[in-house]
Structure formats: structure tokens, C-alpha cells
């Protein structure tokens, strides 16, 4: 008698081990020694087959019958996203959503099948654009519809959504490019808190007394009082500024009160700037400071985060993991920080005290690092990449002596930071005597440092409304055309007649190239020689 027994294959997902055993015993008692023979033949087929059969039932199955027990009726179910599929059936799941590990929100997201690059079917988000804005993703930088209900990540490259289902946490590895750029010490809008109302008053006062020797002597006494009254009510700024001086000796008394400005101002967010009303002074950064009694609207550098004042080049680079980007400005450590693989780009950079390269240092995981340099060096006009700053102004010429006319005037500049360190800049006058165009470019351009050219108010002109001398009741127009643009930035110096008006000056270029680095004998000469074309009365 021969005795097999076969054990079946066990199958251990995990592990991918098989167990197979077969036990085989022979009774010599009661067969005959002539068929060993057919026996082993016997035993060496059972052996043979169970190798098959293994090799036949690798995967498990479960039979979805077994789920009809308890319900019949609910027909058969599909279990195969279980058996070869990402283990998870698509379908809405209350997920933590992790962008470049950290995390932005905890909501519901639905999940689709879809294949990856090799054809395995893996679960991804359907996420809207709206959805992905609220992430902090910029997805119009990528050409995506603002309607769309389910954004294909694959348009911004090296961006990946991965699932991890027993946590349930979706890790979204995004570009730093890509990523909606919020500076550092950014405080949102919404959060301005415009104060309290309140009456606030700044003073000052200062006495003395002189007292004289001798019987010529007198004796002089004299007082100053300085009062800075405001009012905040609601958005708005009330602002005064008045002084008061008296001096008294031999028995005289001379006091006065002087107004210097009165002003209401409030800040307007939409526009990044503020609205005045009253007495102030318009910008300074295109044309020279001009006292008005009128209206301005400007932007307002007070209302930026202090990361985004002043002038920083823009640092951009590409990333091949999660690495480590440093900032280093003559020796120091100035910016630190982390990307995700793929393109970045740093346009937060506080600005420093003085010129210097920046030379920047990317390391990755595996130990690498690249190197490269950024010049730095900066004039006053220069703006960071998509810095707008704009000024208008209308209004009466407000001086100090009240034997110069008050003339109604308008002006308005404007300043643009482009890529590449380059900033374009202008502004207009116009009032009843004169006129003026300015046009202008800066430049950071690199070891020679940053230059600026201004077009010396081009198609500036005159009419000069006093009489002539010898010519009752005639007018002239003056008209000065700048020089052809150089190829280099020329310095020019302005030369004013004695007794002259503005309008008579006459521009005289120095072919001397200046920059940030370098002084040269012309440097001096920098500062314009004639008077501002708003300081008195338009006179032949």
C-alpha cells in the first residue's frame, strides 16, 4: 500500500513565500516489492503537479459570492481594485492636504483611478482651481482655466500628488515657482485694524532771555512754540503743523503765527497707496519736491512688508530635490531656506545697507551643491521686479513768499520695476507757463554697478507772460530739445543765466560715464545748478 500525502500550496501576500510538502510512506506488507516502480513513477507525477499547481495559484482570489451570504440580492461585488489596483476604491475622502510638507488644509477630496507613467493605476485628487489657489498654487502662471473642476497637475513640471491612505494624507510636491509668493512679514489686508479715534497733539516749547551790559545794553526776551495737533477718525488722518514766535525787548513786542501744512489723508488698500487732501509736498523721486495746496494720490512704501522695501534682485534657479538654497553678501549668511524640486525663485530678499554680489549656494540631499553668483549694487531709482510706484498731483504752487503767484499745476510719475534689473521711469508737468516731459532708465549691471539716465525734461517750454524789455505788450516761447540718446549714460550739468528763467537753461553733457563703484572728476557736478521752475515769478 502506498500512502501519498500533498500538502497545498499556502500563499503569504506579504512575504511572497510558498510552503508546498509532500509526504509520501510505503507498506511493504501488503504490495508486493515488483511495483516500486510504478510507485516512484506515481510519486514523481504528484511532485511534478504540485510544482504546477504553484506556479498556477501565486495570487490569491476571493470569491465575492461570499459576500452574498448575508444579501442575496446585491449582486456581485468588484473586487479587483483590492487585487490589483492601489488598494483603495476611488471615491470622496476626508483627507489632510500637505503642500511641500506642510500642511494647508483638512477637507474632502475626491480621488480617481488614473495610470501613471509605467501603467500602474494609482488614485489621484481632482482638484479645482479654486481648490488649488486656496493651497497657495499659482495655476494661472500655467495657462489653467479659473473654472476648471479638476486640474491636471501634470502641466506644471516636476509637480506630484501622492495618497497615503491609512493615514489619510495627501502630499502635493509643488515647484517653488509655482507656489503663490507671500513675502515675509506679509500681514493680510483684511487684518488692518484702522485704530482707535483720537485727538493727539505734539508740542514744544523753547524761552530764553538775552540780558545786555553797559548802559547801551537791553534786554531781549524770545519764545518758541512748536504744535503738531491731529485727529484719527475712522480711516481718515487730520495733520496740522503750526508755529508761534515772539521776541520782545525795549519795551516792543513782534509775534507771529505761521500755519506750515494742514492736511486730511487716508490710506486706500486696493490701490497700495493713499489719497491727501490739503497742504503736502509731491514726490521727490522722478521731479524735484514741489509745495501744493490741492490733491494727491500715491503709492505708499509704508504699506509693504519690510522684505519688499527698497531694492533686491530677483534670485531664480532650478532645484533637482528637496534642497537647500543660501544667500551670502560679503561673507555673511543673509537668506536661508528650503525648495521643492524644480525651479525657484526668491524675490524677498531684505535689502542691505551696501552694495556687494550675492552668491548663492543650492545643496541637495545626496550631498551636491551648485554655485552661482547674483550682482548687487543699487541707485535710488531702482525698483524690485514688479514694483509699481505712481504719484498724481493737482493743485497750486504753494510758496512760502506771498509775492510769488500761486500757479495751478498737475503732475504725474511713474516707476516700474522690470526683469533683469532693469527699472523704466517717468513724469509729466503742465501748468500755464511751463511744461515738462521726463523720461528714464536703471540699471544694475553688475561689476560696474548700477547707472541711471534721465532725458534732461525733454520739449520743456516757456512761455513767458511778463513783457520784454523794449517790446510792450509781445510774448516769446523758449523751446530746449535734449541731445541725441548716447549709447552710454552721459552726466549733464544745467547752467542758468543770471537773473534768468528755467526755461533758458541750457544743458551741456559731460561724456563721462558714472556708475555706483567709481567716482570721477565730473561727480561734482551732479547736482543741477539752476532753481526749481516752480521757486518765484516767470520773469524775462
Known amino acids: 500500500m502506498i500512502t501519498a500525502v500533498l500538502a497545498s500550496p499556502i500563499a503569504h501576500r506579504l512575504n511572497n513565500v510558498w510552503n508546498s510538502e509532500i509526504i509520501m510512506s510505503w507498506d511493504y506488507s501488503t504490495e508486493p516489492p515488483k511495483q516500486h516502480g510504478r510507485s516512484m513513477l506515481i510519486a514523481l507525477g504528484c511532485t511534478l503537479l504540485g510544482v504546477c499547481v504553484q506556479k498556477v495559484l501565486a495570487d490569491d482570489y476571493f470569491n465575492p459570492a461570499l459576500l452574498d451570504i448575508d444579501n442575496p440580492g446585491q449582486g456581485k461585488t468588484d473586487l479587483s481594485i483590492y487585487e490589483i489596483g492601489p488598494g483603495q476604491a476611488p471615491g470622496k475622502y476626508h483627507v489632510d492636504v500637505y503642500v511641500n510638507n506642510n500642511k494647508v488644509a483638512s477637507k474632502e477630496i475626491e480621488f480617481t483611478l488614473k495610470k501613471d507613467a509605467s501603467g500602474k493605476s494609482t ?16 495655476i494661472e502662471k500655467f495657462g489653467q482655466d479659473d473654472k476648471a473642476q479638476c486640474i491636471d497637475l501634470s502641466v506644471i513640471p516636476s509637480a506630484s500628488a501622492t495618497f497615503h491612505v491609512n493615514p489619510q494624507q495627501l502630499l502635493l510636491s509643488i515647484p517653488q515657482t509655482a507656489i503663490i509668493q507671500v513675502p515675509r512679514d506679509y500681514v493680510d489686508p483684511q487684518e488692518y485694524d484702522e485704530g482707535i479715534n483720537a485727538l493727539l497733539l505734539n508740542y514744544s516749547f523753547a524761552a530764553g532771555n538775552n540780558r545786555g551790559k553797559g548802559e547801551n545794553g537791553s534786554d531781549q526776551r524770545s519764545e518758541f512754540l512748536n504744535l503738531r495737533p491731529g485727529l484719527n477718525l475712522g480711516a481718515w488722518r487730520f495733520r496740522n503743523y503750526s508755529t508761534w514766535s515772539k521776541t520782545s525787548g525795549d519795551g ?82 543673509i537668506y536661508q531656506n528650503y525648495v521643492a524640486p524644480g525651479a525657484f525663485e526668491i524675490n524677498d530678499l531684505y535689502p542691505t545697507g551696501g552694495s556687494g554680489d550675492l552668491k548663492v549656494t543650492v545643496k541637495e540631499t545626496d550631498g551636491s551643491e551648485q554655485h552661482f553668483v547674483v550682482p548687487y549694487a543699487s541707485v535710488p531709482v531702482l525698483q524690485r521686479e514688479g514694483r509699481f510706484k505712481y504719484s498724481l498731483t493737482a493743485g497750486r504752487y504753494r510758496s512760502y ?40 532708465v536703471g540699471k544694475n549691471i553688475g561689476d560696474l554697478g548700477p547707472f541711471r539716465w534721465m532725458s534732461p525734461t525733454p520739449n520743456q517750454r516757456c512761455r513767458i507772460r511778463t513783457p520784454l524789455v523794449g517790446a510792450p505788450g509781445a510774448s516769446a516761447t523758449a523751446k530746449i530739445s535734449p541731445p541725441p540718446v548716447p549709447i552710454f549714460p552721459l552726466l549733464a550739468i544745467a547752467i542758468t543765466a543770471r537773473g534768468s528763467t528755467p ?38
Open 123 to 138: 488614485l489621484q485628487p481632482c482638484l479645482s482651481a479654486a481648490q488649488l489657489k486656496s493651497f497657495g498654487i499659482n
Open 252 to 333: 516792543d513786542a513782534e509775534s507771529q503765527f505761521s500755519s506750515v501744512y494742514t492736511y486730511a489723508q487716508r490710506d486706500i488698500i486696493a490701490l497700495g497707496g493713499n489719497v491727501t487732501f490739503g497742504q503736502s509736498s509731491s514726490p521727490f523721486d522722478v521731479f524735484d519736491s514741489i509745495s501744493y495746496t490741492g490733491a494727491q494720490i500715491a503709492s505708499d512704501d509704508d504699506m509693504l512688508p519690510d522684505s519688499m522695501k527698497g531694492f533686491a534682485p530677483v534670485i531664480r534657479g532650478t532645484a533637482h530635490s528637496n534642497a537647500q538654497v543660501i544667500v551670502r553678501q560679503n561673507g555673511y549668511v
Open 401 to 440: 513768499d506771498n509775492d510769488v503767484e500761486k500757479t495751478p499745476f498737475m503732475q504725474g510719475t511713474a516707476i516700474y520695476g522690470l526683469p533683469y534689473g532693469f527699472t523704466v521711469y517717468g513724469g509729466v508737468q503742465a501748468s500755464q507757463y511751463y511744461d515738462a516731459l521726463a523720461l528714464g
Open 503 to 540: 526755461c533758458r537753461t541750457r544743458w551741456i553733457p559731460i561724456p563721462v560715464m558714472t556708475t555706483g563703484k567709481r567716482r570721477t572728476r565730473a561727480a561734482a557736478a551732479r547736482r543741477r545748478l539752476s532753481t526749481s521752475p516752480w521757486a518765484g515769478r516767470l520773469v524775462p
